[in-house]
């Protein structure tokens, strides 16, 4: 009875993996099959390099949308990873176990509210902020930064808090016995042992920023046009997919598919990253 409960639960098992594999592959079919005509068509330099988003003229070009989306990931980074990093190790190795308490379902809370929330968030707070500092619409590339920085804080934090947790004692209390204090063992022992972690955190922040759709919609601006400051709206590739997709047909649609193929690439680079960092984090072990 138990050899054959052992099968059926294998079998289950298995099957569950091999729907998420279809899944994947159904969804890569679907986008290249659909994409890459489309790319081909415009024209790999039109479509990648061209700065021109103009429908209405049959006239494709993503390129300020890849800007856009590398621009508001990198000031999303700039945020959101210094943040992070202090805020986990504050929780790891200073925070009091009163304020830990308070502190962890806070953090935990903040990775399960909706996008949207966050979006409304940044229309009615930040953006007014920044329309009063620095004048203009508020709605920009700035806004968009500020609230993906925000959003990808749980990320960092709880996986930079389980790697620092996982470093062996021996690493803190040899540094404590050649002399150091508490806050050099953390920083020049523990911290360097836990780098790969550390590292996988941000890069699974970054995919988070990448993708994000609704709230960038809300506080961008949506600009299809190259960013020259920091206040000026932008569009990134997700946010052109959604804002255009509901009525869109033909080589239009066929061009917004052909940005989500872009984007998928994004996102299997990142993914292909963090796979590294845990093959090189296991060999070091």
């Known amino acids: 009875m138990n050899n054959f409960k052992e099968k059926s639960m294998q079998l289950v098992f298995a099957l569950s993996a091999c729907i998420s594999i279809v899944a994947v592959a159904l969804i890569c079919i679907f986008l290249f099959a659909n994409g890459i005509p489309a790319i081909a068509e415009i024209g790999v330099g039109n479509f990648l390099g ?7 003229n049959n006239t494709y070009g993503i390129f300020p949308m890849i800007i856009g989306s590398l621009y508001v990931t990198a000031g999303a980074i700039v945020i959101g990873v210094p943040i992070g990093i202090l805020t986990s190790v504050f929780m790891a190795f200073f925070c009091p176990k009163k304020a830990y308490k308070i502190i ?9 509210i909706p996008s949207v929330v966050y979006g409304f968030f940044g229309l009615m707070v930040i953006v007014p902020i920044i329309r009063k500092l620095f004048g203009g619409s508020g709605t920009s590339m700035l806004a968009a930064s500020v609230v993906l920085g925000i959003m990808i804080l749980p990320t960092i934090i709880g996986v930079s808090e389980s790697a620092m947790r996982a470093v062996p004692e021996s690493y803190y209390e040899g540094s404590l016995g050649l002399g150091a204090s508490h806050e050099r063992s953390v920083f020049f022992a523990v911290l360097p ?11 699974l922040g970054i995919g988070r920023a990448v993708g994000e759709t609704m709230a960038v919609v809300m506080v961008a601006g949506n600009q299809a046009v190259l960013p020259q400051k920091l206040t000026q709206g932008v569009r990134t590739m997700t946010a052109n997919i959604v804002l255009e997709m509901g009525y869109a047909a033909d080589l239009h649609r066929e061009a917004l598919i052909a940005t989500a193929v872009v984007l998928f690439v994004f996102i299997l680079i990142i993914n292909l990253s963090f796979s590294a960092i845990k093959r090189r984090t296991a060999s070091e072990k």
């Open 50 to 56: 061209g700065t021109a988003w103009k429908p209405s």
């Open 104 to 112: 962890k379902p806070a953090v935990e809370l903040l990775a399960g």
């Open 193 to 203: 042992a836990a780098k790969s972690g550390i590292l996988a955190g941000v890069i």
